[in-house]
Protein backbone atom coordinates (compact mmCIF):
# COMPACT_ATOMS: atom_id res chain seq x y z
CA UNK A 1 0.00 0.00 0.00
CA UNK A 2 1.69 3.38 -1.20
CA UNK A 3 0.20 6.76 -1.10
CA UNK A 4 1.65 10.77 -1.56
CA UNK A 5 0.93 12.36 1.01
CA UNK A 6 1.71 16.30 1.88
CA UNK A 7 3.53 17.65 4.56
CA UNK A 8 1.66 20.82 6.15
CA UNK A 9 2.84 23.96 8.49
CA UNK A 10 4.73 22.80 11.61
CA UNK A 11 6.03 19.07 10.24
CA UNK A 12 2.06 17.76 9.97
CA UNK A 13 0.88 14.71 8.13
CA UNK A 14 -2.03 13.07 8.02
CA UNK A 15 -2.17 9.08 7.28
CA UNK A 16 -4.42 8.43 4.69
CA UNK A 17 -7.83 6.49 6.62
CA UNK A 18 -6.53 3.10 4.73
CA UNK A 19 -3.16 3.26 6.85
CA UNK A 20 -4.70 4.51 9.96
CA UNK A 21 -7.36 1.53 9.98
CA UNK A 22 -5.02 -1.10 8.66
CA UNK A 23 -2.61 -0.26 11.76
CA UNK A 24 -5.21 0.15 14.34
CA UNK A 25 -4.62 3.63 14.44
CA UNK A 26 -6.39 6.13 16.81
CA UNK A 27 -6.15 9.71 17.72
CA UNK A 28 -3.30 10.46 20.61
CA UNK A 29 -1.72 6.94 19.86
CA UNK A 30 1.92 7.26 19.83
CA UNK A 31 4.21 6.23 16.48
CA UNK A 32 7.76 6.29 16.70
CA UNK A 33 9.85 7.77 13.93
CA UNK A 34 12.81 6.48 12.72
CA UNK A 35 15.37 7.58 9.96
CA UNK A 36 16.81 4.62 8.21
CA UNK A 37 18.42 4.29 4.74
CA UNK A 38 15.52 3.60 2.98
CA UNK A 39 13.73 6.39 4.03
CA UNK A 40 11.69 7.54 6.83
CA UNK A 41 9.87 4.69 9.10
CA UNK A 42 6.52 4.69 11.56
CA UNK A 43 5.91 2.16 13.64
CA UNK A 44 2.73 2.75 15.97
CA UNK A 45 3.46 1.85 19.86
CA UNK A 46 0.06 1.09 21.44
CA UNK A 47 0.23 1.41 25.49
CA UNK A 48 -1.60 -0.78 27.39
CA UNK A 49 -3.36 0.81 30.33
CA UNK A 50 -1.67 -0.37 33.76
CA UNK A 51 -4.88 -1.33 35.25
CA UNK A 52 -5.51 -3.94 32.00
CA UNK A 53 -2.29 -5.32 31.62
CA UNK A 54 -3.03 -8.71 33.31
CA UNK A 55 -4.94 -9.47 30.34
CA UNK A 56 -2.10 -9.17 28.22
CA UNK A 57 -0.02 -11.43 30.13
CA UNK A 58 1.66 -14.72 28.28
CA UNK A 59 -0.29 -17.11 30.79
CA UNK A 60 -3.74 -15.21 30.70
CA UNK A 61 -3.80 -15.21 27.04
CA UNK A 62 -3.53 -18.94 26.62
CA UNK A 63 -6.49 -19.23 29.13
CA UNK A 64 -8.01 -17.23 26.64
CA UNK A 65 -7.23 -19.04 23.61
CA UNK A 66 -8.52 -22.45 25.61
CA UNK A 67 -11.68 -21.00 26.35
CA UNK A 68 -12.37 -19.52 23.00
CA UNK A 69 -12.02 -23.12 22.04
CA UNK A 70 -14.08 -24.82 24.56
CA UNK A 71 -16.78 -22.43 23.28
CA UNK A 72 -16.16 -23.56 19.39
CA UNK A 73 -16.57 -26.85 20.00
CA UNK A 74 -19.29 -26.52 22.85
CA UNK A 75 -17.41 -27.69 25.82
CA UNK A 76 -19.68 -24.79 27.92
CA UNK A 77 -22.54 -25.62 30.31
CA UNK A 78 -25.17 -22.89 30.88
CA UNK A 79 -26.90 -22.57 34.71
CA UNK A 80 -30.20 -21.19 34.69
CA UNK A 81 -29.73 -20.50 38.49
CA UNK A 82 -27.04 -19.26 41.19
CA UNK A 83 -28.01 -22.33 42.70
CA UNK A 84 -27.50 -24.24 39.76
CA UNK A 85 -24.23 -23.12 39.07
CA UNK A 86 -23.06 -23.65 42.75
CA UNK A 87 -24.54 -27.18 42.64
CA UNK A 88 -22.40 -28.12 39.44
CA UNK A 89 -19.35 -26.96 41.21
CA UNK A 90 -19.84 -28.96 44.40
CA UNK A 91 -20.21 -31.87 41.86
Do not use: C, N, Y
Amino acid sequence: MSFAISMRKKGQVTLPREIREAAHLEEGDPIEVELTDEGILLKPRKVIDSTQAWFWTPAWQRGEVAASADIESGRTTTHETTEDFLAALGE
